[in-house]
């Protein structure tokens, strides 16, 4: 017989796999056997971040590498649920990112279950405090008196309007570069039937309504909210609806779409950013992530304000942010965590590149520096960051949950007309009850 | 039966007095058997019994998936939540819905092309390894070639539909356009499997049956007809059972290609499973869900056990 025989290639075979297994301990696989976390860089770091977001994300973490020496690992995730999971599994298995971005709205659930570590000393020394931050932005990253998250942009819900269009409704404020200012609901009302009267326009606004109950859900949070507070509370577990003040919302939102026919009531997320790119309608209720979008359309010239007063006597914006975490890992070296931090840090002084993407930045230093001031349009909505309202704390809300779905779902059915304001009040409570009388799982 | 000095049929005699010894391995033999069975039972046992066990306590109790140790006692909480929640049904119902659009076609389709390429006389190998290519290729990367065919305005299939002057539907956004969309994508992928269990089944039909039917001048389709399909009945019902469980446990291609979406209204009992135990970190409920759905797949195989035995028995 010739060659090799079974029993020696079986040998031969086992001893190999066996050297692997010895020789990488320091390799990903050999980690993923001994339980404790890669070490392929200085700093690991996961987020969530496609398209523009995306780019600017590499350039902050290239400038970040090049000015400090510290190698950076960097992960692009699918966004939302899946991304939540990883990240939280990950963490309780012990393995975990050293920082990773986490959106403020799904920060309670995090710091809850203990699998980010809180915001600690070590920042303090590196001057991160919370007096450089806009303050909505640092209250929603504390969970029950402690920071866990460093918040590095707040993105509101923001009006977007079409400046020609505006301007030939006679609503541009003539002593500045937004719009004349309006200070409630009536005002508000006027504006879009000037906006649709004067031109001539099937719509005067458009906001992305079927299939889109996120946007809904933005929407509606922010007008409610300023006649009343938070839906539920106790961590998710008490419903507080007022009920007069939903159903006052809800009629409100309504005679947008249903009444004076003000809106299209249904409108994709496509046929909305048609609408708004051709100049079909001047005003579009959108997030400010949206701004690159329209940026490139050739013959739009547009602007961004935040949102004035509604139903309420003050303005609100609808807001979340994104923020800087530190996932908590039994095994990580001190080294290893004063590498996060100053990674962290960097990339809040990076943070006006961030800004191009359309978000405000949070760190106060970045966000009064004068190359922030200069950045149109997105210096025109600072004051949104400081009025912003998140989702409220709970287990299952924040961004991309099944909760924003359900809300968001009852929302549009009121927009559409299918439902009316009383009734859609009574959906809404029973939508919530599932929610908070589930066993919270923390 | 009275003691009569009338003859027995030879057979039962034979089953009524065979000697205790050929029933029953050897002692020695018995203990090697086990022997050689103890890699695979190990495995059985870390991977399979252990876990399954493991759920059926977590299901009493409010885990969070998250962290260390059972949490507080929850008695049968889980299941009166699991059976009373409206979501939990919705998904269970796509889950069935899924095996009632995939099984007709995943039983019939194979078999009907098994036979065609049974009748090919050349080159057999060719289609055999055609059909049953796709089944190899993994789940995400059959999603992420279908997502780029079903993509609106540019993609292959929403394409395909305008050379007929058809309109796509749309595959993402809406329910029917998603089940449609998975659907076919279910049946290129899986269809290879079933193929060759028919492929198989149609070699172990002794040519002199055809032949005998040949000289009585059966004519190709009488032969199908009237000899193929009759002898593939067993083979039938193995992939009917195969085919009903594998596609109740359907995951991969809904949760890779629309993430149960648009809305939730594809997503399968699986998903729920995963989305509320690992995303929502709700352990104990979701072993209660797992349950409940584990106790369906065995009413749905002992069913199939019980009608099957009643068959054979008729026919005997």
Known sequence: MSGFSRRQFLAAGGSVSLAVALSGCASPIGSSFTGSQPQTADVIFWHLFGGGDGANMATMVEDAQASSRRSVESTLLSWGNPYYTKLSLSASSGRPPDVSIAHLSRLPLLAQAELIEPVGDQFRAQGVTEDKFTPAAWEKATVGGTPYAVPIDTHPFVLFYNTELAEKAGLLDPSGDGLTPMRNSDDFVAALQAMKDTNGLDFAAVASITADPSTCWRFFLMI??????????????????????MEETFAFMQGLTQGQELMPRNATATTSTTLFSQGRVGFLFDGVWQIPTYRG?????????????????????????????????????????????????????????WADGGHVPAWLPVQESEEFLELKPQSNYTEAAFNAIYDPPGWYTGAGSDFQTAMGSVIASVLTGATDPTSGVAAMETSLKTFSTARPPV | MTATALPLPATEVGTKDRPESTRRAPRGENRAGWLFATPFLAFYIAFLIGPVLIGLVISLFNTT??????????????????????????????????????????????????????????????????????????????????????????????????????????????????????????????????????????????????????????????????????LLRPTMGLVLILQVLSSLKVFDQIYILLAGGPAYSTRPVIQYIFDTGFSSYRGGYAAAATMVYFVILVLVSAAWFLLRRRSNSANA
Not at chain 1, 331 to 341: I, K, L, P
Request: glycine share 8%; with cysteine.
């Open chain 1, 224 to 245: 409610y909210s300023g006649l009343a507070g938070p839906i539920v509370s106790d961590g998710g577990t008490e419903v507080t609806i007022d009920r007069a003040a």
């Open chain 1, 297 to 353: 359309v050739e013959g739009l010239e547009f602007n961004v304000v935040p949102f004035p007063a509604l139903l309420g006597p003050d303005p609100v914006a609808y807001a979340d942010s994104h923020a800087l975490v530190i996932p908590r890992a039994a095994g990580r070296s001190a080294q290893r965590t004063e590498d996060a931090v100053g990674f962290i840090k960097g990339l809040l002084d990076l943070s006006a590149i």
């Open chain 2, 65 to 230: 998936t998250v962290r260390a140790g059972l949490g507080e006692w929850a008695g049968l909480s889980n299941y009166a939540d699991v059976l009373s929640n409206g979501d939990f049904w919705a998904s269970m119902w796509h889950s069935v819905l899924f095996t009632l659009l995939t099984t007709p076609l995943l039983v019939l389709l194979p078999l009907a092309f098994a036979i065609l390429v049974s009748r090919i006389s050349r080159n057999q190998w060719f289609f055999r390894l055609a059909f049953f290519a796709p089944y190899v290729v993994p789940s995400a990367a059959v999603c992420l070639i279908f997502a780029f065919m079903y993509t609106p305005e540019t993609g292959l299939i929403t394409n395909a539909f305008g050379w007929f002057g058809l309109t796509a539907p749309d595959f993402f956004g809406s329910t029917s356009g998603a089940w449609f969309a998975v659907v076919l994508l279910t049946l290129w992928w899986t269809f290879g499997f079933n193929f060759i269990l028919y492929t198989a089944a149609i070699q172990e039909i002794s040519e002199e049956v055809y032949e005998a039917a040949k000289m009585d001048g059966a004519s190709p389709w009488q032969q199908i007809r009237l000899i193929t399909v009759p």
